[in-house]
């Protein structure tokens, strides 16, 4: 049984990676830098770990499937072992795929994931959070497949990562971090959709140097907010920073997520810039969107009918952020319908979310149940849609 095995030994900052045995249809052995390999990262200087690959079991070839284990990393500030692997499994569409994070001296099972895959090649980014000692662990990565008689129904592993911290307790975690994020709101007088956050992070003093806080719009991979903080400048009670309340102006009915970053020391490392809390958070829910992004919505807020036009209320934001085939600011116009299911528009104008929030439509054009939609040209994305009463005409 051919084996591959991968033994990564970080002490203080000499790093040597070194690739021993055979590899998958070869004897070749390969020797890394892990300075020069982006494969690998992470700040703890005494983590050792040892990765081991599987080949095909001679007796039962459909348990096995190809991994490949890499950007391997301890974020001992957080307390989170992870990787990336790289599946590559032709027989994956009826098949578990499992991680189990196993305490070796202690013989236990701390944490255990599973899967599914919809492809025959995936990149699966892991984290377990169930370290909690400086004892030997042992991550396994291994398959059951369904299509096999229950009789075979074991699991097989395909590879196996075996790491452990001798400093673990000599260093310092963040024990707890909350959003405190308040209920998100719309200002129709400034005309504002906002959500606020104050983060609080529980840490001993002294451990936490610098914070970076990203508001990202994940469709896009836009950060539409950055705040940089020095923790020394931050109000500290009960051995927790209560970080500054920070108002956002979220475009509404649409999905962020906060990031939180830190720079320190754990008592035994520095670290810079390192990722310590996330979490998605979404923006004041308005009925009447119909389709949001970020920096693009619209709303049709109310009418009121005059001797010869109708008076529509509107909010419009368009910033450019979505673009059409040829990388151009989408255009928007306000049409009117003689029905939700019209393809045909009796009435149109162009949208500039710079004009006053008001615009009139002459009454000829506006019958009982009439629809007004707020959309691009092709009408593929509509912002939101006004269904005028029963009795328009009559008001």
Known sequence: ENMKKLKL??????????????????????????????RFSGYTSDLTFEVKYQEAASNNSDLYFSSDIYDINFKHIVNKFCFKVDIDDLKFENATYYFILRDVEQATIKEEKSLFIADSKV??????????????????LGKIDADLDSASKTMKVSSTITFSLDSYNERQQIKDISLNQSKAEYDP????????????????????????????????????????????????????????KEILALTPNTNYKVNIYATGHDGVDGFEDVLIYEEKIKSV????????????YGILWSHEKLEDVTRFTFSFVNQGYIKNDKNETILVVLRVYPSADSTEHVYSTTMNSRQNHTLDIDNTYLKNNYVLKMQNISGSIVLTEYELPDDFEGE
């Open 9 to 38: 030994v970080l002490i203080g900052f000499l790093l040597v990676l070194l690739l021993v045995g055979c590899q998958r249809g070869s004897d070749e052995t390969e020797t890394f830098n892990p300075f020069l390999d982006e």
């Open 123 to 140: 990149t699966v980014s892991m984290c377990f959070n169930n370290v909690d000692s400086a004892d030997e662990y042992e991550l396994l």
């Open 189 to 244: 007088i400034k005309d504002i959709p906002t959500v606020a956050i104050s983060p609080t992070i529980t840490v001993e003093e002294g451990v936490l140097r610098k914070l970076r806080i990203e508001v990202i719009y994940q469709y896009f991979q836009l950060t539409v907010y950055q705040f940089h903080l020095d923790v020394e400048d931050l109000t500290r009670s009960n051995n927790a920073y209560q970080l500054p």
């Open 285 to 296: 829910d308005l009925e009447q969107i119909t389709k949001s992004y970020h920096g693009f």
